[in-house]
């Protein structure tokens, strides 16, 4: 592992998705899953967000398309919150969704929407 991409992936995962979210999956990790969230850290978070060619904003509205598009909803819900901390409206969470139902179909958007709004409701963006 490199100790140092690993904690440039520590960082901004935590930047991304809360330091209590983060350092709850690492303290549940156990001899089993630990080596999957290090190197998840380093490599994801570390490596794909590690650098500045990309900034957090886009790579959050980038990741909302590519997981509503695998129709990961847990996951996607998870980065909704993290988009909203990186700057996202949600104007363009909406945007978001409109792109996965363009490109995958009108029930995935529908998904996206759904958990979309949950997270904005839950934030106090949208009105329940």
Request: aromatic letters at 8%; charged letters at 25%.
């Amino acid at each position: 592992m490199d100790k140092k991409r690993f904690e440039l992936g520590l960082a901004q995962r935590k930047a991304t998705l809360g330091t209590e979210y983060v350092e709850k999956n690492l303290a549940a990790a156990d001899e089993f899953t630990r080596p999957f969230q290090e190197a998840m850290t380093e490599w994801c978070w570390g490596f794909g967000w590690g650098d500045d060619a990309i900034d957090p904003k886009t790579r959050s509205l980038m990741n909302l398309s590519m997981i509503g598009a695998l129709g990961k909803m847990h996951e996607w819900e998870i980065h909704c919150r993290g988009a909203l901390r990186n700057g996202v409206t949600k104007e363009q969470i909406r945007a978001a969704c409109h792109v996965v139902g363009i490109y995958c179909g009108v029930p995935q958007s529908l998904e996206c929407f759904r958990v979309a709004r949950k997270v904005l409701t839950e934030e106090g963006l949208l009105e329940g």
